[in-house]
């Protein structure tokens, strides 16, 4: 089955940390650029960051950068996003998505379900 499954998240106290899965079934996950993705209640959807599969670079969103970071198992086929210094905004439902060129032109291949985070004391 393709597809791609979130894992990881949960409720955490305002500067926890929290680190989300996106885990590739029938596919590898390497040939495709990989976004992550958040929204909030009565919030739109906004792009947490997003690496490009042409050149590997990462973007972050500014509300994030310097606190989460994104990493890459290829033997797992898994991206992940390590969540440092939450903050209660941070609060939302995340999604990863795969397309080959996801950020440059936003198109993608792949969503998957999303993973809660919840962060409150």
């Known amino acids: 089955q393709v597809q791609l499954v979130e894992s990881g998240g949960g409720l955490v106290q305002p500067g926890g940390s929290l680190r989300l899965s996106c885990a590739a079934s029938g596919f590898t996950l390497d040939y495709y650029g990989v976004g992550w993705f958040r929204q909030a209640p009565g919030e739109e959807r906004e792009a947490v960051s997003c690496?490009?599969?042409?050149?590997?670079?990462?973007w972050y969103a500014d509300s994030v950068k310097g606190r989460f970071t994104v990493s890459r198992d290829n033997a797992k086929n898994t991206v992940y996003l390590q969540m440092n210094s939450l903050k209660t905004e941070d609060t939302a439902v995340y999604a990863c998505?795969?397309?080959?060129?996801?950020?440059?032109?936003?198109?993608?291949?792949?969503w998957g379900q999303g993973t809660q985070v919840t962060v409150s004391s």
């Open positions: 690496t490009s599969f042409s050149d590997g670079t990462t």
């Open positions: 998505a795969a397309g080959v060129k996801i950020c440059e032109l936003g198109s993608y291949e792949y």
